[in-house]
């Protein structure tokens, strides 16, 4: 009794295939015939094709490979392969499961500042028809279509829809908008993606300074500091870390005593202050 060929995504020692970032599985083997079964796990769907030709689409069960018998010509054909062409038949699987997937990128402000993206986006292929309509419109090199495949076709969509508001918006009135934002990226990637059968669940965007000066600027400014008391605060800070004893008077704008003058006095720039001791002094605080 001749023994079937069984063909699955699991591997000779009970490993899945459709891990967490592979969209689609071609199985590697020429010798799917008539008679072999074809085994779908619960979160997968198989499509089956014959010399480039959908035949059907599978869910969940075990199913036997079955076609009309035709005369076979060429004794080369039967001689060489039994009577059945190589590849003839192809398994396609498709990972039904949710699949999170994430964009990086860089977008500009109205003011030309540099912001830094991260969305992260969960996606799924959810019918049959979409298996179908994914294996029709999306390439795939080798045996599989991994989640960064996926993820170079949907990116430049969500830097065109984050750039389309950021590049209007001002910096301080970024954050704000992040709800108006998501919803555009929301939109634009819901209607790309339904062309190739996958079906967006839900995303997360977050959006920041590139610059780490921005970022401390920022979160100064986010303590009730004005724009001019902001920069005072952060050139104190470096001057803090430079070990600097003129950084708490940079933080309050108070001049720095040197003996019994200031800067101010002897006609130095402010910035000037506490770098050097005046001349004819020994450079003495009070």
């Known amino acids: 009794m001749a023994i079937r060929n069984v063909i699955s995504t699991l591997t000779d020692d ?33 499509v089956l094709k014959s010399r480039g030709a959908v035949i059907e689409v599978y869910e969940t069960g075990q199913y036997q490979v079955s076609t009309p018998q035709r005369f076979l010509l060429g004794s080369v054909q ?17 990972n ?10 860089v977008a500009f402000t109205r003011e030309m500042a540099e912001l830094a993206y991260v969305v992260d986006y969960y996606v799924h292929v959810d019918s049959k028809d979409d298996a179908l309509r994914l ?9 599989f279509l991994k989640t960064t495949d996926l993820n170079a076709y949907a990116g430049p969509v969500v830097e065109q829809a984050i750039n389309q508001m950021v590049q209007v918006t001002g910096l301080a009135e970024v954050n704000q908008k992040i709800h108006e934002i ?67 008077n940079m933080a309050v704008g108070a ?20 770098t050097a001791p005046a001349p004819g002094t020994r450079g003495q605080t009070s």
Not at 79 to 94: K, M, N, T, V
Request: net charge neutral; hydrophobic share 40%.
């Open 14 to 46: 009970g490993q899945e295939v459709l891990g967490p970032d592979v969209v689609l599985y071609h199985v590697p083997s020429n010798d799917i015939q008539n008679g072999t079964l074809l085994t779908v796990e619960s979160n997968a769907f198989c």
């Open 182 to 248: 998501t919803d555009l990226i929301r939109t634009h990637l819901q209607d790309f993606l339904k062309t190739y059968g996958v079906t967006l669940n839900d995303l997360k965007v977050l959006i920041f300074p590139q610059d780490e000066r921005v970022k401390t600027l920022i979160t100064l400014r986010a303590f009730g500091l004005n724009e001019t008391e902001a920069v005072r605060h952060y050139i104190a800070l470096v001057m803090a870390e430079r070990g600097l004893v003129s950084a708490p």
């Open 78 to 94: 039967q001689a060489f392969y039994g009577g059945q062409s190589p590849w003839q038949y192809e398994a396609l699987y498709i």
């Open 96 to 105: 039904r499961a949710k699949l999170l997937l994430q964009a990086k990128g």
């Open 135 to 143: 294996v029709q419109h999306m390439p795939y090199k080798g045996h």
């Open 255 to 274: 001049p720095f005593m040197i003996g019994t003058a200031t800067a101010s006095t002897l006609g130095l720039p402010a910035s000037w202050a506490g």
